[in-house]
Each structure stands twice: as C-alpha cells, then as structure tokens.
C-alpha cells in the first residue's frame, strides 16, 4: 500500500483545497504555488506514488487521467489557447509529492525544452 501524502489528505479533505472537478476516480485542484496562470494538478483517487509505479491493470485510470485533465481543460477555458501536460516522475524530475498527479498548466504561453 502506498504510503499517505498530502494528496491523500486533500483528497479526503483533510486539508482545504481550491477543488475544481471531482469524479469517482479522479480529483482536480489549483495548485497552491502556481507555475503558469492556469495551473491544476489532476489526481488519481488510487495513490500510486510515481507513474513508474503503474502497473498494466492502471492502463484505464492512466488514460483516464489524461481524458480527465483534456475536460478541466474545457471546463476552465484554455483548451483553445493550448496547455501543457506535465507529470514528474522521481527527485530527480522535480517530484516533490509522491502521489501520482498531472500538472494542467494554460493561460500562457511556454518554451521548449523545459527547465
Ligand atoms: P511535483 O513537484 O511533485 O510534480 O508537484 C507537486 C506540486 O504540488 C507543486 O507544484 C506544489 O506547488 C503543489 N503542492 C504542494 N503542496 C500543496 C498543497 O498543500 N496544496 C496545493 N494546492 N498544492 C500543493
């Protein structure tokens, strides 16, 4: 079983959050220190602690999460300025929280290659 994170706190409500979508498997929320003037981290229900940790029975809820970010997307309005997908995976990505999350970055525009 992975081990409980602040994810996992917020999504129980433990801690308060700026939610914006919610679902049965998948929960959305302003990112607390935001990189870009939409930015939204969308989560699985399931913590799984890093994407490297899928397993072939979460191919559903991986693809899921990225459906799920394309309709908070929509909902917020930046699906026609474009947006950027990110997930991090381990330290040395710049995970600092270990339950698997999509960062939903929109409302500018961005580089490449990223920092
Ligand atoms: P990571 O670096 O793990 O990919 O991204 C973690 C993200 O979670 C960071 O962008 C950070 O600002 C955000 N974050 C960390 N703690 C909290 C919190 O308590 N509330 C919210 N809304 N975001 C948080």
Redesign the pocket.
Known sequence: MAEDT?FGK?IRGE?P?DKVYEDDRYFA?????PAAPTHV?VIPKKPIPKVSDAEEADEALLGGLVLCANKVARQLGITEGGYRMVI?CGKAA????FHL?L?LLGGRDFTWPPG
């Open positions: 602040i917020i801690i959050c929320f302003y990112d607390i220190n981290l991090n710049n995970q600092e929280v999350h960062h």
